[in-house]
């Protein structure tokens, strides 16, 4: 138990800020049906971090992560006034095509550096999680209060903006305006998490423990602190798994968000195919 803490714990807490804070977000992705918007900007600041890293600075290095979210930044200016929320179809052509993008320059970036491959394998996997530090989890929690109290403000305008945008724009709201700002919070979160953790985690924590809810049954308040218990459960089960069989934390957590989406959705199904059966025979 002594050995576990002193190697999984900050991984652990790390996770759990993570679960704390990107459900949040990610209820609002959703309702917005921008699903990969998150692996868009994510990879956006990965982008900023390859950059940083051909400049010669190392990945905790203050340069890092401000190249980061610069490049975080310029992504939510993009995605808040390019594209037109009104036809889906375009909006999620924008997001492939911004991620594709960013992921083909990271990879012509990086594909003479000494330890190139290495950096793209980290900002993927999120190896980087395995060697967080106490001043990792001060600054994290910092930022991830920042946005959280910029959600918690801003809330009702922002689930209106992302259920009903034409709603809000016949209430006097700057739709376009808003979106920036939720963006620009998000890709505040996205490039600590991307730093912390790697982008297939972040999607992972952002979209994983809102769907199980979802699929539960939850919805409202009730669905977000499902979430929350449940991104926690898992980081708690990735870090077991990643110190008993030495698994890289970032991948192991994503490979158990998997399991236990698959796991939810065979017992929905389960249990709507039992009360299907039920009512067939009180009809009978």
Known sequence: MTGFLSVMLMPFLA????????????????????????????QIAALGQSVAFR??????????????????????????????????????????ISFSLATAATLLLLANAPRGAEHVQGTLSGE??????????VVMAVVFGVAGACLRVCWRTFSLCSRDPAGAARRGLSVRRWDFLFYAAFGLVVTSSVRASGVLAVFSFLIVPVVCATLLGRHGANR???AWGIGITVSLAGAVLSYIRDWPMGATVVCVFGACVAAISVLTR???????????????
Not at 79 to 92: M, T
Request: glycine content about 12%; charged content about 15%; proline content about 3%.
């Open 15 to 42: 996770c759990v800020l993570l679960a704390l804070i990107l459900p949040a977000l990610g209820t609002h992705v959703l309702a917005r049906g921008v699903i990969f918007v998150d692996l868009a900007l994510a």
């Open 270 to 284: 389960m249990r709507y195919a039992g009360n299907g059966r039920k009512r067939g025979r009180v009809l009978a």
């Open 128 to 137: 980087a999680l395995g060697w967080v530090t106490a001043r990792d989890l």
């Open 224 to 226: 977000l602190w499902w």
């Open 55 to 96: 400049l010669g600075a190392e990945p905790h290095d203050p340069a890092t992560y401000a190249w980061a979210l610069g490049f975080t930044l310029l992504g939510a200016v993009l995605f808040s006034f390019l594209w037109d929320r009104g036809h889906s179809v375009l909006q999620e052509a924008f997001i492939g």
